[in-house]
């Protein structure tokens, strides 16, 4: 059972109940899929209504969230309309003429992994920062590691300032006017951010497990999320204005740090 959580909102009410409807139609798949006094004619024909019932919802829905983003001037709306796109390309795939009962129980169990991963990597990943993006590029205080972040384990709160550090290094790098061309020295820092944030979330998810914490499933997925988006940086894109392209990357970095610790990390539990 998928349930909508505290941590799942973003404030904004359609776009909130929107998101209900997901996690509804997640728990009805899961359902379907777990009676067993379904015919197999029910199950195809439940196969069928919930995949026009996503596609309704990718049609709608993104349409609802990217008109409200575009409305507020929000940063991240090319990055959201990119994850818009797969999911509905994945829903769009789906052929509904030529299914039949096998094939109807095949797109049923992809749909359950592909939606349960989803709910966590894109709702508590991205859309939560809907319409909260601070501006922290060329901030100090703001890039700096502070006593409100703590969670009051020791280590992760040491990794987590090192965090903080490398993105105050490539905050601190982009200042740099003499520099005319940052290109190698960001893709440098780039790198050594990619490799302590694998380093930490392995830190962190082995201290949950030892503890045997009830969220480490959930922090696992919004960790791969995190190391997806540093992986799918494109720096080809930088060479046309870098300077902003970097200011971006820092502030959506920053806001992902912060939230995922405010929201996520502070609940673990210090044994």
Same mark, same amino acid.
Request: aromatic share 8%; proline share 1%.
């Given at each position: 059972?998928?349930?909508?959580?505290?941590? $799942?909102?973003?404030?904004?009410?359609?776009?909130?109940?929107?998101?209900?409807?997901?996690?509804?139609?997640?728990?009805?798949?899961?359902?379907?899929?777990?009676?067993?006094?379904?015919?197999?004619?029910?199950?195809?024909?439940?196969?069928?209504?919930?995949? $026009?019932?996503?596609?309704?919802?990718?049609?709608?829905?993104?349409?609802?969230?990217?008109?409200?983003?575009?409305?507020? $001037?929000?940063?991240?709306?090319? +990055?959201?309309?990119?994850?818009?796109?797969?999911?509905?390309?994945?829903?769009?795939?789906?052929?509904?003429?030529?299914?039949?009962?096998?094939?109807?129980?095949?797109?049923?169990?992809?749909?359950?992994?592909?939606?349960?991963?989803?709910?966590?990597?894109?709702?508590?990943?991205?859309?939560?920062?809907?319409?909260?993006?601070?501006?922290?590029?060329?901030?100090?205080?703001?890039?700096?590691?502070?006593?409100?972040? $703590?969670?009051?384990?020791?280590?992760?709160?040491?990794?987590?300032?090192?965090?903080?550090?490398?993105?105050?290094?490539?905050?601190?790098?982009? +200042?740099?006017?003499?520099?005319?061309? +940052?290109?190698?020295?960001?893709?440098?820092?780039?790198?050594?951010?990619?490799?302590?944030?694998?380093?930490?979330?392995?830190?962190?998810? +082995?201290?949950?497990?030892?503890?045997?914490?009830?969220?480490?499933?959930?922090?696992?997925?919004?960790?791969?999320?995190?190391?997806?988006?540093?992986?799918?940086?494109?720096?080809?894109?930088?060479?046309?204005?870098?300077?902003?392209?970097?200011?971006?990357?820092?502030?959506?970095?920053?806001?992902?740090?912060?939230?995922?610790?405010?929201?996520?990390?502070?609940?673990?539990?210090?044994?």
């Amino acid at each position: 059972m998928y349930q909508f959580t505290e941590d $799942c909102l973003t404030g904004h009410e359609i776009i909130d109940k929107e998101h209900r409807q997901l996690f509804q139609t997640i728990n009805e798949i899961a359902g379907i899929l777990m009676d067993e006094s379904k015919s197999a004619e029910e199950v195809l024909q439940s196969a069928k209504n919930l995949i $026009c019932t996503l596609k309704d919802y990718a049609s709608n829905h993104f349409a609802h969230e990217e008109e409200y983003m575009k409305g507020i $001037c929000d940063p991240e709306l090319q +990055r959201q309309k990119k994850e818009h796109k797969v999911f509905t390309e994945k829903v769009d795939s789906v052929d509904l003429d030529t299914m039949d009962v096998s094939r109807g129980i095949r797109v049923l169990l992809d749909m359950m992994e592909y939606l349960s991963l989803w709910l966590y990597r894109h709702i508590l990943s991205s859309d939560t920062l809907i319409g909260k993006i601070q501006v922290v590029h060329n901030n100090s205080v703001l890039l700096n590691f502070s006593d409100k972040y $703590c969670t009051g384990v020791d280590f992760i709160d040491q990794e987590h300032r090192r965090l903080f550090e490398i993105l105050s290094d490539l905050d601190e790098l982009n +200042r740099k006017e003499y520099l005319s061309d +940052r290109y190698d020295a960001v893709v440098d820092v780039i790198e050594e951010l990619k490799d302590y944030t694998v380093k930490h979330f392995q830190d962190e998810e +082995r201290y949950m497990e030892s503890i045997q914490y009830e969220g480490l499933a959930v922090q696992q997925n919004l960790h791969q999320s995190f190391i997806d988006k540093i992986e799918n940086i494109n720096l080809d894109d930088m060479d046309e204005n870098q300077q902003g392209y970097i200011d971006e990357l820092i502030d959506f970095l920053a806001n992902w740090l912060i939230n995922h610790i405010m929201k996520m990390d502070q609940k673990i539990p210090v044994v």
